[in-house]
């Protein structure tokens, strides 16, 4: 019976290491109870919410949420893989921002955006690297339906995946030349941060997480 219960316990705990190992590369960016770690630079009040259900209700006027890290996750990533469950509504418009920073107002200028939009009048849709590699007039998916979103970055190359199925990908050119009107606009390293677009405009994200890539030379 102690030999029994010995091994049990080992098993037990070989069974959780292994667990544990599997998922401590990935870091929750959102769990739906809390937006801790977020901040809204508030150019429009009130426009990032937690349902219910626990997803993140993004509705109103212009406004960002920035990633600004935790004691455990920090606000700074080069290479990673991010995933987000994403549901968008009919004419509506958002985007998620990588390599960014913090600013109180107007759309960030530093870092790339990857556009969230199905059936929005622009014609750039879901999986678009804003303005720099751009998916257009059809959309990967069809609004009022959650999918997966994963931005992969490797050194200057990107990849965008919809439930798994890749619909981009970029590489910045060793002679970039950044567009006249974003000069900040490029692969660096730095945060995320989500896209309140206009007042006409309802997104839903859920399910955030990141997990750090290795550096590449």
Wanted: glycine letters at 6%.
């Amino acid at each position: 019976m102690k030999l029994a219960i010995t091994l049990t316990t080992l098993a037990l705990t070989v069974a959780t290491s292994l667990y544990s190992g599997k998922n401590q590369d990935w870091q929750i960016l959102f769990d739906g109870r809390s937006l801790d770690g977020w901040e809204s630079n508030e150019e429009t009040a009130n426009v990032f919410s937690i349902t219910a259900n626990g997803a993140l209700m993004v509705e109103g006027g212009r406004a960002h949420l920035f990633w600004l890290g935790l004691d455990q996750t920090p606000a700074t990533f080069t290479n990673f893989e991010l995933r987000a469950e994403v549901k968008t509504t009919q004419n509506s418009n958002s985007g998620i921002f990588f390599h960014t920073r913090f600013q109180e107002k107007g759309w960030p200028q530093y870092g790339l955006e990857a556009q969230v939009n199905s059936s929005h009048k622009d014609a750039r849709k879901t999986g678009s690297i804003y303005a720099l590699k751009d998916v257009l007039d059809v959309p990967p998916h069809p609004d009022d339906t959650w999918f997966e979103y994963t931005i992969r970055v490797e050194g200057k190359s990107v990849s965008i995946c919809i439930d798994g199925t890749e619909v981009n990908s970029y590489t910045e050119p060793e002679n970039f030349i950044p567009l006249e009107n974003r000069p900040t606009t490029r692969l660096d390293s730095g945060t995320f941060a989500l896209q309140a677009h206009d007042p006409k405009s309802l997104i839903y994200y859920r399910n955030i997480r990141v997990k750090p890539l290795p550096l590449t030379e």
